[in-house]
């Protein structure tokens, strides 16, 4: 096992309490970032997880079950003396807010654990949940004061997305969880922000004195935001028709990534500065009409095609859809900003599933530079000036800029200056969350949203979501999977004058 570089803070001993530990996220994503912080030496020196399952388990069970999905989902080479340290720490504990009595229960074998195990009463509580448990297990841990604080132990409890349906949904939650527990104690996860490039938006920004001089109105002429999947729903037609693309992914992937690109400096790097200018600057998204969100936004659905090899099946005959479903599986939207750095900037976002590329990525447009000079030469045009922050397939950055080609008269052409996170750094793959649960440990909420953020979010989208319940069926465009999207989401920019950046 490598030992933990210097700079790094060890975390408080601390029982990890994993409820939905039998669930996709635990094994898909919660446990593989478990053992990539254990092979790091980021895991305390005492340390227990407990994982919470509805149906009595025994451990041997669970274990076997963990180590599988470790096998199956690791983003490295599992050693087996470190996944067998991890795993001898897990222990089942049955317990289902159904029935109160079972988190009494859970109390006394919880205070055990932590007694054998010395973790000195320190809790993290992590809701691996559907998000209509949040509130239940939340107010359960409430009751039995599992979430009390005294006798100088933490105890914090991590909340996965969606967080709320809409508006009035997110602050019933918000109101819910800050009646048994204070704002610092709470942790809404967004897995982006444990991508390294989503964090390095801060520092691009904010350590380089070539670009926060133009981060402005004066110098961007727009900003584009894209987080495009080639998956279509496959087994998630329940969950997705009562979602849609822009309910999955607007106010939480995309929303943290415009926060980031847009937030004013904060005063200090510590998590209460940071997180208040991400909440300004999304509570700045000028709030549309209804009409105007119309106007404003396209909606699409995906018919049956072909991505690769695969064919994918019209949405609407997908498992557990109704056939005659209206839910979007793609969502563009144009928003403002209104406040000085942004006024007259246009914020372009899409999503969607079935898509021909898989990429997600922040895309900054300066402004024309003056073609005067160039007036007399063969030169009928210049290239565009791009910054392109890429977070997914591959990490890295990229500007695009004009330069001359090589010979005897002025012929101009766009190049690109490339840096890529493998070619630099040799990190090993990670799933995103290692950053986020460590984070929690040694309670650096810095990542995480706060409840004011959050409603922000829904605050923005919010005459969106009504104006698309209302229109029903009309305005809902098709387009083939495999495709860029609907045709229609182009022309969302060519009345600006604008087009998307081709992605391929």
């Known amino acids: 096992m490598a030992a933990a570089p210097a700079h790094y803070k060890k975390p408080d001993p601390c029982s990890f309490v994993i409820f939905g530990v039998t669930g996709d996220l635990a094994h898909r994503l919660v446990l593989p970032a478990l ?28 274990r076997d079950s963990l180590m599988k999905g470790l096998r199956e989902f690791a983003t490295r080479t599992v050693d087996d003396a470190i996944a067998k340290r991890l795993l001898e720490c897990v222990t089942c504990i049955a317990a289902d807010p159904k029935d109160p009595a079972s988190f009494d229960r859970m109390r006394g074998q919880l205070e055990k654990l932590e007694a054998d195990r010395a973790t000195g009463g320190h809790r993290l509580f992590y809701l691996a949940t559907p998000p209509d448990a949040f509130a239940p297990i939340a107010r359960e841990l409430g009751r039995t ?37 204070d704002e610092h104690q709470i942790y809404r996860i967004d897995h982006y922000l444990g991508k390294e490039t989503v964090q390095n938006i801060l520092v691009l920004r904010f350590a380089n004195g070539m670009f926060e001089p133009i981060w402005n109105r004066n110098h961007i002429d727009h900003v584009q935001i894209t987080v495009d999947e080639k998956l279509g729903v496959g087994h998630r037609g329940s969950f997705y028709d ?10 939480n992937h995309l929303f943290q990534l415009l926060s980031l690109v847009a937030m004013e400096p904060p005063a200090r790097f510590d998590a209460h500065a940071v997180r208040s200018e991400k909440a300004e600057v999304l509570a700045a998204i000028q709030t549309q009409s209804e009409a105007d969100a119309l106007q404003n936004s396209v909606r699409g659905q995906y018919q049956g095609g072909k991505i690769g090899d695969t064919e994918i099946e019209d949405y609407r005959k997908t498992e557990d859809v109704r056939p005659d479903s209206t839910t979007e599986t793609y969502a563009a939207l144009k928003l403002t900003i209104d406040n000085w750095r942004w006024a007259g900037v246009p914020f372009y976002l899409r999503t969607g599933k079935a898509l021909g590329v898989k990429r997600t990525e922040v895309a900054i447009k300066f402004k024309q530079a003056p073609f005067a000079m160039f007036r007399d030469t063969p030169v009928d045009r210049l290239s565009q000036n791009y910054l392109v922050i890429s977070v997914e397939p591959t990490e890295g950055i990229t500007l695009q800029f004009n330069t001359k080609v090589p010979g005897p008269v002025i012929s101009i052409d766009g190049v690109e200056m490339k840096f890529r996170y493998k070619d630099y750094f040799k990190a090993e793959p990670s799933t995103g969350y290692e950053t986020l649960i460590y984070d929690c440990m040694i309670g650096d909420n810095i990542l995480f949203q706060r409840a004011d953020s959050v409603e922000a979010g829904w605050q923005a989208v919010q005459p969106f979501l009504d104006a698309w319940k209302k229109a029903g069926a009309s305005g809902l465009q098709t387009y083939r999977a495999g495709s860029e999207g609907p045709a229609c989401s182009d022309e969302l920019l060519r009345r600006d004058g604008r087009s998307w950046r081709k992605l391929g």
């Open 35 to 62: 053992y990539n912080l254990a092979a790091g030496d980021l895991l305390p020196d005492k340390f227990c997880v407990v994982g919470i399952a509805r149906k009595a388990m025994s451990n041997d069970a669970l």
């Open 242 to 251: 009562a979602t849609g693309a822009l309910r999955d992914m607007v106010p």
């Open 145 to 181: 004061g599992l979430l009390k604080e005294d006798g100088g132990a933490w105890r914090r409890l991590i909340v996965e997305k969606p967080f709320g349906t809409d508006l009035a949904s997110a602050k019933a939650l918000n109101n819910e969880l800050l009646k048994i527990a």
